[in-house]
């Protein structure tokens, strides 16, 4: 199983491929920019993409399905709260097949009403705008909620396995990826001891 993160367009987004080796399946995640990126590493790598997948809808995330879904095939999935055009709707806790990879999707809004996160195979996360290395995705947009952003947080990403490494949707952070544990030990939007305390720090923010 390969990860591969790529940084595109002037937003600092990442698009990544997931891949698995042996059959050759993979998956784009958010295809914005820079899709030439995305169509070399899939020929680089042999790969064929059976996938697009999209952690939520906001345009800096999607821009590309269109293109990349007329050039590869692939099936573009989305949360089901999603009103952009896709092919395959899924909820929370719906598992996704890469060849032998696991995807399981893990509902997670707060950033959008749609957001969620990529359990690949239970080792790593694709975190899509719900948290960043360092931060976490604005709550002050349109479909945005503070309250379910801390319940994401809080109570679903908090209690993943701490050695999962963390794949974010954009580079925002120190680093272009880290794992649960040092984003629990580092990142100050985990590290409030209320609902209150954190609520007030984002609404200081927006």
């Known amino acids: 199983m390969k990860i591969i993160q790529l940084p595109v367009g002037q937003m600092a987004n990442f698009s990544y491929i997931i891949a698995d080796e042996k059959s050759s399946e993979s998956a784009i995640v958010d295809p914005s920019w820079d899709l030439e990126k995305i169509f070399s590493t899939l020929k680089t790598n042999g790969l064929n993409a059976k996938y697009i997948l999209n952690t939520h809808t906001h345009f800096d995330h999607i821009l590309g399905n269109e293109q990349v879904a007329a050039v590869t095939g692939a099936k573009i999935i989305q949360h089901e709260n999603s009103t952009s055009y896709k092919d395959i709707p899924v909820k929370d ?91 629990k030990m580092k990142n100050p939007v985990l590290g409030f001891k209320s609902k209150d305390s954190f609520l007030k720090y984002l609404n200081s923010d927006d």
């Open 93 to 183: 806790g719906q598992i996704i097949t890469i060849g032998i990879i696991s995807v399981r999707v893990l509902f997670t809004p707060g950033h959008s009403n749609d957001s969620i996160c990529l359990i690949i195979d239970e080792d790593s996360i694709l975190s899509g705008d719900t948290l960043f290395v360092g931060n976490c995705g604005r709550t002050d947009l349109p479909g945005s909620d503070s309250v379910a952003m801390y319940d994401s947080l809080y109570n679903k990403i908090w209690n993943l396995k701490e050695s999962m490494v963390l794949y974010p949707g954009h580079d925002y952070g120190p680093t272009p990826t880290s794992t649960i544990y040092a984003e």
